[in-house]
């Protein structure tokens, strides 16, 4: 792969006018500005992040985990995109736009995330795989449609096909968004099929065509033809790394606001990624001011400054194998000793006490409940669209859903573009309203 080729201001679905315009603005920035004035990025701060949406003591949600990863992701990029200006001087790549393509495609890599955090994902796979869902795999399996793309579901290939279909009413090429920013979202530029059963891959048959044209033009390796199978985009590494940073970081900090630890265990995971010097200053430092959230604050900063650095770096010193398609991993896999064994302590341990908290189960589990009932009774109403009940459930689904696609897997996407894209309120309130358990008060 090359820079002059992967870094494209080519847009999905105006293939036809490139450069017929002029802007003030960069590809790139217009990327970034027609997301965040999105409504699906707008949805975001209604949909669990880790912790229940808060109450009194605010925690992070879709939207201000996305806007974090957003801004790592932009500071990621600037400082790949000045070495890479010093390294080929005679390059005419947009290398210094990167950052902005970073940060744009950071700004987007949540947007398919279905409501109730990650066991949305897992509790749209199991209603498929193991739950009342199961009855329409053989009728899909027989038409030649690909049934793991639902059982095993998958926000960061929803997120691909939220960007690019073309919905009832919309324009062609979805948000138009260009090639660089699209590539730079698919963490797993693969088919479902070779998933192995997890919810990690890359794009739904739906969107296989599109991907595999916008790889070829900027020059991403096809690896397997079929199932197939692309190399990633070299961005996709610090995109994954933003995310990283961040939500390991911060769930920290999230749990200490909301007392699942301690204030010293808060400061001894955070100091772990410091030792001599660095570690006296900062003890230092924290002496300085007396409000423990801020103790807190300077510490996770220093953390994801650090992490930051780090992994620039490692992006750096691994272009070649980068962009020869030979990496394998990620870049937080790569930290020095000692700051992946102080990241990796901190895994740990939110694995073992923050994220089975009792609060983050009942999530889950009201997740699980809500997104069943919900996907049960439209699968059902698009399956018997004739019955009465079945017209009136199919009324309160919105016009650029497909709902009368000419073939049962469209319809079942209809179903998950739908349900997918409500929040955690919305689908608590629309469950309510269906189950009769809430009723509109005039």
């Given at each position: 792969m090359n820079w002059e080729q992967l870094l494209s201001t080519q847009r999905l679905g105006l293939e036809k006018y490139q450069g017929a315009q002029k802007q003030e603005r960069t590809e790139y920035q217009r990327d970034y500005d027609r997301l965040i004035f999105s409504s699906p990025f707008r949805r975001m701060q209604n949909k669990t992040q880790v912790f229940p949406l808060p109450g009194s003591v605010f925690v992070h949600n879709r939207l201000t985990h996305t806007l974090e990863v957003s801004s790592v992701g932009r500071s990621l990029g600037e400082s790949v995109g000045r070495e890479l200006r010093r390294r080929h001087p005679a390059s005419k790549a947009h290398v210094s736009e990167i950052g902005a393509i970073v940060s744009a495609a950071c700004l987007a890599h949540d947007m398919g995330n279905p409501p109730f955090g990650h066991s949305g994902e897992t509790a749209i796979s199991t209603f498929f795989s193991e739950g009342k869902g199961k009855v329409l795999e053989q009728d899909i399996k027989e038409s030649g449609a690909r049934w793991s793309d639902f059982t095993c579901f998958e926000g960061n290939a929803n997120a691909l096909r939220l960007l690019m279909h073309r919905?009832?009413?919309?324009?062609?090429?979805?948000?138009?968004?260009?090639?660089?920013?699209?590539?730079?979202?698919?963490?797993?530029?693969?088919?479902?099929?070779?998933?192995?059963?997890?919810?990690?891959?890359?794009?739904?048959?739906?969107?296989?065509?599109?991907?595999?044209?916008?790889?070829?033009?900027?020059?991403?390796?096809?690896?397997?033809e079929n199932p197939r199978r692309f190399a990633?985009?070299?961005?996709?590494?610090?995109?994954?790394?933003?995310?990283?940073?961040?939500?390991q970081v911060m769930d920290i900090e999230d749990a200490h606001k909301l007392h699942l630890i301690t204030t010293d265990k808060a400061i001894e995971l955070l100091?772990?990624?410091?030792?001599?010097?660095?570690?006296?200053?900062?003890?230092?430092?924290?002496?300085?001011?007396?409000?423990?959230?801020?103790?807190?604050?300077?510490?996770?900063?220093?953390?994801?400054?650090?992490?930051?650095?780090?992994?620039?770096?490692?992006?750096?010193?691994?272009?070649?194998?980068?962009?020869?398609?030979?990496?394998?991993?990620?870049?937080?896999?790569?930290?020095?000793?000692?700051?992946?064994?102080?990241?990796?302590?901190?895994?740990?341990?939110?694995?073992?006490?923050?994220?089975?908290?009792?609060?983050?189960?009942?999530?889950?589990?009201?997740?699980?409940?809500?997104?069943?009932?919900?996907?049960?009774?439209?699968?059902?109403?698009i399956l018997n669209p004739s019955h009465a009940y079945s017209r009136l459930l199919l009324e309160r689904i919105p016009e650029q859903y497909e709902t009368d696609a000419p073939d049962l897997y469209g319809k079942v996407q209809s179903v998950l573009d739908y349900v997918s894209g409500m929040t955690d309120v919305y689908a608590l309130d629309l469950y309510r309203k269906i189950t009769g358990m809430g009723l509109p008060i005039t």
């Open positions: 919905f009832r009413g919309r324009r062609e090429g979805g948000f138009v968004m260009t090639y660089s920013t699209l590539a730079s979202i698919v963490k797993y530029p693969y088919s479902s099929e070779l998933s192995g059963g997890k919810n990690k891959f890359g794009f739904f048959a739906s969107e296989e065509t599109d991907y595999s044209l916008i790889a070829h033009e900027l020059g991403i390796p096809l690896l397997n990633r985009h070299p961005l996709v590494y610090l995109v994954e790394a933003a995310d990283d940073i961040c939500y100091l772990g990624f410091f030792d001599g010097e660095r570690r006296d200053r900062r003890t230092k430092n924290l002496s300085l001011v007396s409000d423990i959230n801020e103790q807190i604050a300077y510490l996770r900063a220093s953390v994801i400054g650090m992490l930051v650095d780090e992994c620039a770096q490692i992006f750096l010193r691994e272009e070649e194998a980068i962009l020869a398609g030979t990496f394998r991993g990620t870049l937080i896999k790569r930290l020095s000793e000692k700051t992946r064994i102080a990241y990796n302590t901190c895994s740990d341990f939110a694995v073992k006490h923050i994220y089975r908290s009792r609060d983050v189960l009942d999530v889950e589990i009201a997740g699980y409940r809500i997104i069943g009932f919900l996907l049960e009774i439209f699968t059902d109403a």
